[in-house]
């Protein structure tokens, strides 16, 4: 094991990179979801019209429709066959997250990622037991487990407690019962589960995941000799799991992490203070075996 995990995870990029180089992928991140509930809100709440409606359903500009294609299938379902409009919503929200990455809405869109990513900070910080960890594929049985519902029932079953709608909605038209919630998934991650929120149980992480199964976006630890062991990019990674293959492997073993489970959230690429891993195409199998020469502790550094 390396001496590099002894030290607070990020501190060696943060000596390397500064501190803005070293959250670029963070900070960009939190800049896409104050975005997208921005072009949302200031309808409400300024009477600029750029999008009517929520993450559910809306229309840019009276012109362009998006629809979550999770709702539009419950629905589908449920009976209710959507009009026109809402399928090409929902086709268009189809094609651009087989492309980019399906759980990229997890990380770059969903108002839920800044409280669980919190709870996360929070359960490292003071260092509170991993607790309760449910298989990673009890999401995906809640998946199916919806679409039956739906189907059964009549409803579009998951909007009943869907915390991405309900804060979304909330902030639109006022929070209410929404902040329960809000709280109730943080406490969970917080004290019961570690990331076991999105990363366990979010049926509409699981969709998503499965829709981007395919996608074009790729992290790639495209300079996987040069790695010192610092485990920093799975100190960060809200789906550790999705790394080991790429980074451990041998020979002409891909370097990209083809997992469905990545968000692409990008943190992986800020902690490396050796830049293993970068953002390219799942074409690019390109792998740079030449050894880094070894930086030197940071205690070493600022001696």
């Known amino acids: 094991m390396s001496a590099k995990t002894r030290l607070p995870t990020g501190q060696e990029a943060i000596a390397v990179k500064g501190w803005l180089g070293a959250h670029k992928w963070l900070l960009a991140r939190r800049a896409s979801q104050v975005f997208f509930l921005a072009i949302f809100l200031v309808g409400p709440?300024?009477?600029?019209?750029?999008?009517?409606g929520t993450l559910a359903g809306s229309r840019t500009l009276k012109v362009l429709p998006l629809t979550d294609p999770f709702i539009a299938l419950q629905g589908i379902l449920a009976g209710h066959w959507p009009e026109l409009t809402a399928l090409v919503g929902a086709l268009i929200v189809l094609v651009a997250y087989a492309l980019i990455g399906g759980r990229?809405?997890?990380?770059?869109?969903?108002?839920?990622?800044?409280?669980?990513d919190a709870a996360h900070w929070l359960h490292a910080k003071f260092d509170i037991p991993k607790g309760w960890q449910p298989k990673r594929h009890t999401?995906?049985?809640?998946?199916?487990?919806?679409?039956?519902?739906?189907?059964?029932?009549?409803?579009?079953?998951?909007?009943?407690?869907?915390?991405?709608?309900?804060?979304?909605?909330?902030?639109?038209?006022?929070?209410?019962?929404?902040?329960?919630?809000?709280?109730?998934?943080?406490?969970?991650?917080?004290f019961v589960s570690r990331r076991g929120w999105c990363g366990h149980l979010c049926p509409v992480g699981a969709f998503y995941g499965l829709l981007g199964q395919g996608s074009l976006l790729r992290v790639s630890a495209s300079k996987r000799a040069a790695c010192d062991d610092c485990m920093d990019c799975f100190a960060v990674c809200p789906e550790m799991q999705v790394i080991t293959p790429a980074l451990r492997g041998k020979g002409d073993e891909t370097p990209l992490i083809l997992s469905p489970d990545c968000t692409n959230c990008g943190r992986c690429i800020d902690v490396c203070?050796?830049?293993?891993?970068?953002?390219t195409h799942r074409f690019d199998r390109r792998i740079d075996d030449v050894t880094q020469p070894a930086k030197p502790h940071v205690a070493e550094k600022a001696a």
Not at 273 to 279: A, E, G
């Open 273 to 279: 203070s050796v830049d293993v891993f970068t953002f």
């Open 45 to 52: 709440w300024l009477g600029w019209r750029i999008v009517d």
């Open 104 to 116: 990229m809405y997890c990380s770059w869109v969903c108002p839920i990622n800044p409280v669980t």
């Open 139 to 190: 999401r995906l049985w809640l998946l199916g487990t919806v679409l039956v519902v739906s189907g059964l029932t009549g409803t579009v079953a998951w909007e009943i407690l869907n915390p991405i709608t309900m804060v979304h909605r909330g902030l639109v038209f006022g929070m209410g019962a929404a902040w329960g919630i809000v709280v109730a998934v943080f406490l969970f991650d917080l």
